[in-house]
């Protein structure tokens, strides 16, 4: 039995049973089967023990352990959050669609959609009294905030399954700004923002150098006023543009906008009143979900897929006349409002005025609402936006 303490942390406990599997077991000193007496070790030991020797240790720990046991030493850490054992030891987390909506101050609301229940995100005390009802972003684990709201000087990136977080200062000051899509990756992310300045600009962040990049010509592709959020898809993000439809892309290495018009790009047969893009990121499919109508009334959704072959969208689904019926209610034909979004093989569409989620489950080709969160006020009827919530431990801020 062994203590490790890093300088200020809570001491990480290591029992060796007597029994003859001789199975290790760690937990931190609040666990009641921690003894009360380890026997320090002496910190050479473990920074001489060879890796595959400390990967089969580690690969002994529940996950909440390996998490405590990040900060006890920068060696623990970088093993932790190798790849090779992220990869060899598979850790069963659960995803979730969070809402954050005017009255969260200090957590946020998650839907577990396979236990269909509810939970809570307490966020830290540095996030909790600023930025909690201004979560702009998510993307692979990673949460992106507008710090101060009044002043948009900064915006921080947030772990909520690590703790970690780091403050991205603005290249300029004031920064008023349209959109902001945060876009991560295996070892680093990205922010995409644009400047509503007199001179409009995309601003692009690379946490790689932790530098911004700011690059011009958005007014001829994106009107002021734009306030769809863009879908990463194929190293670019897209989004789409409304009288007349067209689908416009921005490549997120070179900053260059590609526009796309005319037959192919959208269902020639049908007159659609508004129209959504969400993404696959495993499968690497773009959807389009689709108002059909007439006079600008929506009286049918259709979701459509992107046959990169071809471009060309083909109809994958039709939303049921009666939930069509309902949904289009909520909103008040305002389409504004109506958002979408990806979450582990559900489409989700969504309303700013509605507590609720309408999704369609890819995989089993099926309808579903999220229901309400008990949490909400009876009366709160705006303001309400979803993120797509799936926890990951190396995803570095």
Not at 73 to 98: A, E, G, V, W, Y
Not at 169 to 198: G, M, W
């Amino acid at each position: 039995m062994f203590r490790l303490r890093a300088p200020g942390k809570k001491p990480i406990t290591i029992t060796t049973s007597t029994s003859a599997s001789n199975f290790l077991y760690w937990s931190p000193e609040s666990s009641p089967t921690a003894v009360s007496s380890p026997t320090a070790m002496d910190p050479v030991i473990w920074s001489n023990l060879p890796n595959h020797i400390l990967d089969h240790i580690l690969s002994f720990l529940p996950f909440k352990t390996l998490v405590s046991l990040r900060s006890t030493s920068k060696h623990l850490r970088s093993l932790i959050l190798s790849p090779t054992f992220l990869s060899d030891h598979s850790f069963s987390l659960p995803s979730f669609l969070l809402l954050s909506h005017p009255q969260a101050f200090q957590s946020f609301p998650l839907f577990d959609p396979n236990l269909i229940s509810w939970r809570t995100l307490p966020l830290p005390r540095s996030l909790s009294l600023t930025c909690a009802s201004s979560l702009l972003s998510s993307s692979h684990g990673l949460l992106c905030f507008s710090v101060s709201p009044s002043s948009a000087s900064s915006l921080s990136v947030f772990n909520p399954l690590t703790r970690s977080s780091r403050s991205i200062k603005f290249p300029f000051y004031p920064f008023p700004f349209e959109l902001l899509s945060l876009v991560a990756f295996p070892d680093s992310y990205r922010i995409f923002t644009i400047s509503s300045s007199a001179s409009r600009s995309v601003c692009l962040y690379d946490s790689g150098d932790r530098s911004w990049r700011i690059l011009g010509g958005v007014d001829q592709v994106l009107p002021r006023g734009f306030n769809q959020d863009g879908v990463f898809y194929n190293g670019s993000l897209y989004f789409v543009r409304s009288e007349p439809f067209l689908l416009v892309s921005v490549n997120l290495d070179d900053g260059k906008w590609t526009t796309a018009a005319g037959d192919g790009v959208f269902p020639a047969e049908d007159e659609i009143t508004f129209a959504r893009l969400v993404t696959d990121p495993e499968k690497k499919i773009l959807y389009m979900v689709g108002g059909i109508g007439s006079n600008g009334i929506c009286r049918s959704i259709k979701i459509y897929e992107f046959k990169r072959e071809t471009e060309s969208w083909i109809e994958a689904e039709t939303l049921p006349d009666i939930v069509c019926r309902k949904f289009t209610s909520v909103c008040y034909h305002n389409y504004e409002h109506v958002y979408c979004l990806w979450h582990k093989e559900m489409i989700c569409v969504c309303c700013y005025n509605w507590p609720e989620i309408l999704f369609f489950h890819v995989g089993r080709r099926t309808w579903h609402w999220v229901p309400k969160c008990p949490s909400l006020p009876e009366k709160w009827s705006c303001g309400f936006r979803w993120f797509s919530l799936v926890p990951s431990l190396s995803a570095s801020v």
